[in-house]
């Protein structure tokens, strides 16, 4: 096998490959990338055979061939080139090593057995449909926050996506939670997925796809069976297992009747409680809530440091309900505010049940926090 890139265009696949393979030297040949130049395209693949990431990129071919590579260690050589060269890739059969040459600088790097590489692209996807990239987008950044990272609790640890119906209207849904909150953010239904089921997104699988849509075409293919996912964004196919497990119904924690209503900015609200939560180095950082009408007082207390208090009155908020405190994670409340973009809305029924928590100009996201004592 012999080829030739543009330094750039092999720096940006392997950027994408790299973090994929196998860091782990459990299974040698998962550490390396397989390359495949056939019919006048370069094909490089990574997996730890949970995800697999495929990239086809422009690449001048003089030999055909497939070999495999260290990934991390080749990334790491292109990446340090200087601009603008060409990267020279070459394996013969005398010695087995692939040859890289880019301008005077030259390696050889050991490989492994191309039969050894292992595939699971391949296999049926009954459910298909074409969905918009600035909407995956929302769908992801929306909720991962939410995702669990409590092994135990593995059905947590992804995104769940599936089809709902609201009223008649057929509506796709992602829905995170790590049980102190959860995240639900729905969109339209794209053509082709009414069909399709419930499934969890994995976490790692989650990372990467992000990674990958802001470089995307407007359009990005989906394909789905009970088992496993994959996306097609451009010239790059993401194909990964989803979480065997059930998700939970997660409906039933989202209450129904809370009627005291807090509407306040995004930004006085997200700089108050980190003005407020500073005085404590507790790592859930507890902030108190304090709601009386026209006034909004915020405070948070460490047994080493103090105290510390902010009002944000009438003129930043709108509350005309009865008084209550509650109490929240300072983090988890930032987590949820980070999602809003200008003024949200805490739905509340007392200091020790659900909160519900809008952006308020835009319905489709609703989250849910649990509140704590302070």
Same mark, same amino acid.
């Given at each position: 096998?012999? #080829?030739?890139?543009?330094?750039?265009?092999?720096?940006?696949?392997?950027?994408?490959?790299?973090?994929?393979?196998?860091?782990?030297?459990?299974?040698?040949?998962?550490?390396?990338?397989?390359?495949?130049?056939?019919?006048?395209?370069?094909?490089?693949?990574?997996? +730890?055979?949970?995800?697999?990431? *495929?990239?086809? *990129?422009?690449?001048?071919?003089?030999?055909?061939?497939?070999?495999?590579?260290?990934?991390?260690?080749?990334?790491?050589?292109?990446?340090k080139l200087p601009d603008g060269v060409v990267v020279?890739?070459?394996?013969?059969?005398? +010695?087995?090593?692939?040859?890289?040459?880019?301008?005077?600088?030259?390696?050889?790097?050991?490989?492994?057995?191309?039969?050894?590489?292992?595939?699971? =692209?391949?296999?049926? #996807?009954?459910?298909?449909?074409?969905?918009?990239?600035?909407?995956?987008?929302?769908?992801?950044?929306?909720?991962?926050?939410?995702?669990?990272?409590?092994?135990?609790?593995?059905?947590?640890?992804?995104?769940?996506?599936?089809?709902? +119906?609201?009223?008649?209207?057929?509506?796709?849904?992602?829905?995170?939670? /790590?049980?102190?909150?959860?995240?639900? *953010?729905?969109?339209?239904?794209?053509? @082709?997925?009414?069909?399709?089921?419930?499934?969890?997104?994995?976490?790692?699988?989650?990372?990467?796809?992000?990674?990958?849509?802001?470089?995307?075409?407007?359009?990005?293919?989906?394909?789905?069976?009970?088992?496993?996912?994959?996306?097609?964004?451009?010239?790059?196919?993401?194909?990964?297992?989803?979480? /065997?497990?059930?998700?939970?119904?997660?409906?039933?924690?989202?209450?129904?009747?809370?009627?005291?209503?807090?509407?306040?900015?995004?930004?006085?609200?997200? /700089?108050?409680?980190?003005?407020?939560?500073?005085?404590?180095?507790?790592?859930?950082?507890?902030?108190?809530?304090?709601?009386?009408? @026209?006034?909004?007082?915020?405070?948070?207390?460490?047994?080493?440091?103090?105290?510390?208090?902010?009002?944000?009155?009438?003129?930043?908020?709108?509350?005309?309900?009865?008084?209550?405190?509650? =109490?929240?994670?300072?983090?988890?409340?930032? +987590?949820?505010?980070?999602?809003?973009?200008?003024?949200?809305? #805490?739905?509340?029924?007392?200091?020790?049940?659900?909160?519900?928590?809008?952006? *308020?100009?835009?319905?489709?996201?609703?989250?849910?926090?649990?509140?704590?004592?302070?």
């Open positions: 096998m012999k #080829f030739s890139a543009e330094r750039a265009t092999l720096l940006k696949a392997l950027a994408h490959i790299q973090s994929v393979a196998e860091k782990r030297n459990t299974i040698p040949i998962l550490a390396n990338v397989l390359m495949q130049a056939t019919n006048g395209q370069l094909s490089l693949k990574a997996t +730890d055979m949970e995800i697999e990431v *495929v990239e086809n *990129v422009p690449a001048s071919i003089t030999r055909e061939g497939a070999t495999t590579a260290p990934a991390s260690v080749l990334y790491e050589i292109v990446r020279e890739l070459d394996q013969t059969d005398s +010695d087995g090593q692939l040859h890289l040459r880019a301008g005077r600088y030259a390696t050889h790097l050991n490989v492994l057995s191309v039969d050894d590489f292992p595939s699971m =692209g391949a296999g049926e #996807f009954p459910h298909r449909f074409q969905l918009n990239g600035s909407i995956l987008r929302s769908l992801i950044d929306r909720t991962r926050f939410a995702i669990s990272t409590e092994e135990t609790r593995y059905y947590l640890n992804g995104i769940y996506l599936h089809a709902a +119906d609201i009223d008649g209207k057929p509506l796709l849904r992602a829905v995170a939670t /790590d049980g102190h909150r959860l995240a639900r *953010v729905e969109a339209e239904m794209p053509a @082709g997925a009414a069909g399709m089921p419930g499934v969890i997104i994995p976490r790692k699988t989650v990372a990467e796809l992000r990674k990958l849509i802001d470089e995307a075409p407007e359009e990005i293919a989906v394909a789905l069976s009970e088992t496993r996912i994959q996306f097609t964004v451009g010239p790059i196919t993401l194909t990964s297992k989803l979480i /065997d497990g059930t998700f939970p119904e997660y409906e039933r924690v989202i209450p129904r009747n809370n009627t005291r209503i807090l509407r306040v900015g995004k930004k006085d609200f997200s /700089d108050a409680v980190a003005r407020v939560a500073a005085i404590s180095q507790e790592r859930s950082r507890p902030v108190k809530l304090m709601l009386e009408p @026209g006034l909004l007082t915020l405070s948070a207390s460490s047994a080493e440091q103090g105290t510390a208090k902010e009002e944000l009155d009438d003129n930043r908020i709108s509350y005309d309900a009865e008084a209550l405190e509650i =109490g929240f994670q300072a983090r988890y409340l930032n +987590d949820i505010t980070d999602q809003v973009e200008k003024e949200v809305e #805490f739905c509340f029924a007392d200091s020790a049940s659900p909160t519900i928590v809008r952006d *308020v100009d835009s319905p489709s996201a609703l989250y849910v926090l649990m509140p704590m004592r302070v």
